[in-house]
T-cell receptor
Framework: GAGVSQSPSNKVTEKGKDVELRCDPI?????LYWYRQSLGQGLEFLIY????????KSGLPSDRFSAERTGGSVSTLTIQRTQQEDSAVYLC?????????????FGPGTRLTVT | AQSVTQPDIHITVSEGASLELRCNYS??????LFWYVQSPGQGLQLLLK??????LVQGIKGFEAEFKRSQSSFNLRKPSVHWSDAAEYFC???????????FGTGTSLTVIP
């Protein structure tokens, strides 16, 4: 079956512009995660959605970052007024249930470059 | 606080040689432990996981890992490395009933002929 998909695969933007990154999770997966992977770093948790519950936004690095998940499926991560330090690979993952015992399935990521 | 340490940033092994990638974690209770592999331009793929029971777990692609509570370690091993194993490897800890996962900074594996 189809895995997690993300678009675009690459995005180059100018400093100060807004960007939107999209994630399509696996059908039926209720949990969705966003991570940021900077060069030489591990994965940094950004935000977590579970069903209709309020999202866990504790990992968002600033108020320039926001995310939404429409209809419990597709999610969009928005970065406003991008900065050069926002350059990274943004990974989305989904899992079938809530909690850290459930395997996460990762998308291929969106590579964001801010010039 | 929970954390995961992968002490080796980069490892080079010869094809056919054995491999061990180190992972140490810090967590107050029995953790959920994972190893993921990331090939260039790809997302992360789960190699194996440990929740409970037998401390030696088998995964895909011939990998195995052993949970050692006394050492807070979950090292990944493979008896004979193939050139296709060249990739980035991440160890991760799941924080119990919560939804937080903590990833190490990764170990980059190079395989030479």
């Amino acid at each position: 079956g189809a895995g997690v998909s993300q678009s675009p695969s690459n995005k180059v933007t100018e400093k100060g512009k807004d960007v939107e990154l999209r994630c399509d999770p696996i059908s039926g997966h209720t949990a969705l995660y966003w991570y940021r992977q900077s060069l030489g770093q591990g994965l940094e948790f950004l935000i977590y959605f579970q069903g209709n519950s309020a999202p866990d936004k504790s990992g968002l690095p600033s108020d320039r970052f926001s995310a939404e998940r429409t209809g419990g499926s597709v999610s969009t991560l928005t970065i406003q007024r991008t900065q050069q330090e926002d350059s990274a690979v943004y990974l989305c993952a989904s899992s079938i249930g809530q909690g850290s015992s459930y395997e996460q399935y990762f998308g291929p990521g969106t590579r964001l470059t801010v010039t | 606080a929970q954390s995961v340490t992968q002490p080796d940033i980069h490892i080079t092994v010869s094809e056919g040689a054995s491999l061990e990638l180190r992972c140490n974690y810090s967590y107050g209770a029995t953790p959920y432990l994972f190893w993921y592999v990331q090939s260039p331009g790809q997302g992360l793929q789960l190699l194996l996981k440990y929740f409970s029971g037998d401390t030696l777990v088998q995964g895909i692609k011939g990998f195995e890992a052993e949970f050692k509570r006394s050492q807070s370690s979950f090292n990944l091993r493979k008896p004979s490395v193939h050139w296709s194993d060249a990739a980035e490897y991440f160890c991760a800890v799941g924080a119990g009933a919560g939804n937080q996962f903590y990833f190490g900074t990764g170990t980059s594996l190079t395989v030479i002929p």
